[in-house]
């Protein structure tokens, strides 16, 4: 049963309303096919309780899923696979959780699922006996990929794009690691490693030459110097 102002004409959805909002004249109760209800506001707290307890029933599936295996891989010995397993659960499980969080953005998922997928990887290659191809391949193809997701995102967003210094300062600091694996004799063929390193050093002397002035705020901003 929603109210009608006789003055404005309009209907009033608050059943515990008796004044027109406009115009402060009384209101009439008009009877209503459909059946409305209070307020019409969307039911974010039932919305956040169904993401709250499914984040819980996968947490618990991959928290069980991890001992099981883990026990199986115990008692019987041998390979570790359950390393992977684990890892893998755990990967699930962050991912999904970034997923039905809405203060991280697009943005930020696209990265930190880039940089644990890497990581990930790498688990496996040392799980396996350490054949190194993680850290030959695999973290230096990560990095370029991200350099091309930020180009990406340069060119989608071409009007502000000076906001994603922050992102084209962090493969630079990632690239150092294979840098440091090369000295220890951990990566075996530099080639990929090297690309990696010199394409995200020229695409932040770039964006900070093209930026200019507003690049360097950003860098300010961001860094606080």
């Not at 190194?132 to 991200?146: E, V």
């Amino acid at each position: 049963m929603s109210k009608r102002c006789m003055h404005c004409g309009i209907s009033v959805l608050d059943k515990d309303t008796e004044v027109c909002p406009l115009c402060g004249g009384a209101l009439s109760e008009q009877a209503s096919d459909d059946e409305v209800m209070y307020n019409g506001y969307p039911d974010i707290v039932a919305k956040r309780r169904k993401t709250t307890f499914f984040l819980r029933l996968l947490l618990s599936v991959c928290a069980g899923g991890s001992v099981v295996s883990a026990a199986i891989n115990i008692i019987n010995g041998g390979f570790p696979w359950s390393v992977i397993v684990v890892a893998s659960l755990m990967y699930i499980y962050i991912e999904f959780s970034m997923f039905f969080t809405p203060d991280v953005g697009i943005i930020a998922k696209i990265s930190i699922t880039i940089l644990l997928a890497a990581l990930f990887v790498v688990v496996i290659d040392v799980t396996c006996g350490f054949g190194k191809w993680s850290l030959n391949y695999c973290l230096p193809a990560a990095l370029i990929i991200f350099n091309i997701f930020i180009i990406i995102l340069m060119f989608v967003n071409h009007r502000r794009w000076e906001s994603y210094m922050i992102l084209i300062v962090l493969p630079i600091l990632l690239g150092i690691l294979p840098l440091v694996f090369m000295h220890y004799a951990l990566v075996t063929h530099p080639l990929l490693s090297e690309v990696a390193f010199i394409s995200s050093t020229l695409l932040f002397l770039v964006a900070l030459i093209m930026g200019g002035a507003n690049a360097r705020m950003e860098l300010k901003r961001r860094f606080h110097f």
